[in-house]
């Protein structure tokens, strides 16, 4: 029993925790009636915003304000789109929850090994999944303030189209990044469900046989519409999971003695020590910082959501954007800590793989999850190969259907090659969000927001010039933190 507190008393702290800091982020936010004057986005030229556009939308914030600018609301597009607050929440839960969350128990296995370490990584979560949902709401807020459609029309907007390709090509990489651990993580399934069946497919050939029969010819997709639907299934599959996880923990199955313990591999099996709380203020604790920062990306999307949400006020937005990040936190903390909780210091970097392929409740979990993957892994893909020509700046026009294939080809088998060499999932996420996930979370919002400010010239607020230097500690703060978490990802190579 003495073994169970600090996973109950770790639950218990981080709903606190999540509570102030989500109640925190509302009141930073101007929450007006939705009836009240707005300004419509609609008189904007389409062609591109003005430094007297970005003026015009001055009070699209969301930090302070007094109450006669607060009053206003300012919307995306003719009112913003067409998808409801409902449906939003479900789909942005969706965008940010995916892959990440399942090599979390590695990202705290990397500076302790004790069941309390859970506690400071349960805080480090909620933390930075607050600030990260702040700079997605100020990129919304971004949009309505300037016209921009996209991450990239954003920088246009505000610091200059000379420099876009510089986020531009930061969500291409990211992009490929996603796709590689997705092909990562389906080579590491479907190779444990091959031998939960009885036979032995190494994860090399598991991961071509899968690319060549599956995934290519979901990827040569031209619409891809009709695969929408079976994402659903992602945060369903991730929901068992937690839930699977959870049973495993309590149940002892994988503990000295349990039933399953002597079916997983010696290195894979339970390593508890006396590394715990205190461990977190070892530099080993920016492997889950720099993770968390890939596992909460999603902000490239950003504007595309805030375009779409029907009603789209900044209050609607932020409302949207805080209950979302506030429900993939919790999915985050109750995975992160029942996997490590349950195997320690061995978490491995798809905590999936710790568990035995005879283990009849997880496999069930593999197969959501391989189920999900293989079905949004061409959302994904197309996001990476339309981001590739763009920056190659190929006109719509002339991106001919053997085009498109051709490039498939090529991103298919790059991505195929890099994750056959590399099997360990938290380098990826790590090296990727210490460098990508922190520039498109934490810096390039700060130096666009500043931007947007500094054109506003005397018309921008105090309330403004304030946040600038909020956002700007923000992205000074993704800087350090990127810098050591690089040389950390690199050093455990």
């Known amino acids: 029993m003495v073994s169970l507190l600090p996973t109950h008393f770790t639950v218990a702290i981080i709903m606190k925790f999540t509570s102030a800091l989500v109640l925190l982020l509302s009141i930073s936010a101007p929450i007006t009636d939705a009836r009240r004057a707005t ?62 969350v399942l090599s979390l128990p590695a990202g705290i296995a990397a500076f302790g090994d004790a069941p309390s370490a859970s506690i400071p990584a349960a805080i480090l979560i909620a933390s930075i999944g607050s600030i990260a949902a702040y700079n997605f709401s100020l990129l919304g807020r971004l949009c309505a303030m300037t016209g921009a459609t996209s991450y990239k029309s954003a920088w246009e907007e505000t610091v200059g189209a000379s420099t876009a390709w510089i986020p531009g090509s930061s969500c291409v990489i990211k992009t490929f990044f996603a796709v590689l651990a997705y092909s990562m993580v389906l080579g590491d399934t479907f190779s444990a469900l091959f031998e939960t069946f009885g036979f032995n497919v190494s994860r090399e050939k598991a991961l071509i046989g899968l690319t060549v029969t599956v995934l290519m010819p979901l990827c040569k997709l031209k619409d891809l519409s ?51 709380a205190s461990a977190v203020f070892s530099s080993n604790a920016f492997i889950l910082i720099c993770m968390l920062s890939t596992a909460y990306m999603a902000h490239f999307n950003a504007p595309k959501f805030y375009l779409e949400l029907e009603n789209n006020t900044i209050a609607r937005w932020n409302t949207c954007v805080a209950t979302s990040f506030s429900i993939s936190i919790l ?29 009849s409740l997880m496999g069930f979990s593999r197969v959501a ?25 190929v006109p719509k026009e002339e991106r001919t259907d053997a085009k498109l294939n051709n490039l498939t080809y090529i991103i298919l088998a790059s991505v195929t090659a890099v994750a056959m060499k590399i099997t360990d999932l938290s380098f990826i996420m790590s090296f990727g969000g210490a460098t990508l996930g922190n520039a498109l979370i934490y810096v390039y919002p700060a130096i666009m927001f500043r931007s947007a400010v500094k054109n506003l010239g005397d018309d921008a607020t105090a309330a403004q010039k304030l946040e600038v230097k909020l956002a700007m500690a923000f992205a000074a703060l993704g800087i350090g933190m990127g810098a050591i978490g690089t040389k950390m990802a690199l050093g455990k190579l």
């Open 39 to 100: 300004n419509s986005l609609a008189s904007i030229p389409r062609g591109g915003a003005t430094k007297q556009s970005v003026a015009f939308h001055k009070d699209a914030r969301v930090w302070g304000g007094d109450a006669s600018s607060t009053a206003k609301e300012v919307r995306g597009g003719d009112g913003g789109g067409t998808s409801t607050m409902t449906s939003h929440l479900f789909n942005m839960v969706k965008a940010i929850v995916g892959v990440g």
């Open 226 to 276: 009709s695969l929408a639907p079976f994402s659903l299934v992602g945060i369903a599959g991730m929901l068992y999971t937690a839930l699977a996880m959870a049973v495993r923990f309590f149940d002892g199955s994988y503990a000295e003695g349990g039933k399953l313990a002597a079916d997983v591999a010696e290195s894979l099996r339970p390593a508890l020590g006396t590394k715990g």
């Open 331 to 359: 999915f985050f903390i109750g995975i992160a800590a029942m996997g490590f909780s349950t195997f320690g210091g061995a978490s491995n970097g798809l905590i999936l793989n710790n568990y035995s392929t005879k283990d």
């Open 369 to 393: 999850v391989a189920f999900a993957l293989v079905f949004t892994y061409p959302l994904a893909f197309v996001g990476c190969r339309d981001g590739t020509l763009e920056m190659m700046q």
